[in-house]
């Protein structure tokens, strides 16, 4: 597990990541409000990356300057060897797509032409909608299993299924670095499994995800690297295995819990303390679930 001792040091200092997006004592935030300072991370690549940690940390913020919507008021976000923000916004698109943690789509759109939308940086003054975009429109469609809705009018489906047709235009744009900002919100028990499960399928196809989790027991089954966070900076990164312990878990939630093998994965498993109400207190409990 690293600590990240990168986030203070200097520029000049550093050794340039061979990942194709990383940031580099980047000083991220709204306006004059900084929510990032000097902070310096490099996604893996070809890796699943789940950011954590607690509400207001800094996690969406972080993920919004490695899409290119914020741009940092010092240091620099690098994409493919370059500042991310000397790049067009349809060559970043082409490189990098977004899921935004909140989207709203224009009234009256059927699910078809919004999840259309994801081809929008390929086309060109000269270039119509050709076969291969009709491909990338049907198979995120059947990815994401929302081919039923296609005739339908967004502003009609419920919370989860209007988050499966965004997951759906963000797959059809076909890059490969796909930006997740709380992907299952909205969404029941199954369909964020399913939706886990379809972003573990494009990871092992070659894709690099880097995703912001609330739910760390998700995080920890699926994650191959996990940055946990806390006061806009990181606290440490690593694989879940190594990054993911009962004290790491109190430092940065402020939780007292166990972290155990899950019974099905074998990657970690949180499970709180609590008030101890349902435990026999005489019995102590010890990490890694034993007695």
Known sequence: MDTHPLA???TAELTVPTSRLWTVNATIGYD????????????????????????????????????????????????????????????????????????????????????????????????QWTPDDEQAVSTAMAATGIHELSDRLVDELSGGQRQRVWVAMA????????????????????????LMELFTDLHLAGHTLVAVLHDLNQAARYATHLVAMKDG????????????????????????????????????QVVPLGRDRHRNKETPIKEGGTE
Do not use: M, W
């Open 32 to 127: 004059k409000r900084v929510i990032n300072e000097n902070l310096s991370v490099s996604i893996p690549d070809e890796s699943f990356t789940v950011i954590v940690g607690p509400n207001a940390c800094g996690k969406s913020t972080l993920l919004r300057g490695l899409s290119r919507l914020l741009k940092p008021g010092s240091g620099r976000v690098v994409l493919d060897g370059q500042d991310i923000h000397s790049y067009k916004a349809k060559e970043v698109a082409r490189k990098l797509g977004l899921l935004p943690q909140t989207s709203l789509a224009p009234d009256g759109i059927r699910v078809a032409d919004l999840v259309a939308r994801g081809r929008y940086p390929y086309q060109k003054l000269i270039r």
């Open 233 to 268: 900076g990181v606290v440490a990164e690593g694989p879940p295995a190594e990054v993911l312990t009962s004290d790491l878990v109190e430092q940065v939630f402020g939780l007292r819990c166990l972290v155990v093998p899950d019974p099905v994965a074998g990657t970690p």
């Open 171 to 194: 797959l059809a744009q076909q890059t490969e670095i796909l930006l997740l900002d709380e992907p299952t919100t909205f969404l029941d028990l199954t369909h964020q499994i399913e």
């Open 8 to 10: 203070t040091a200097n």
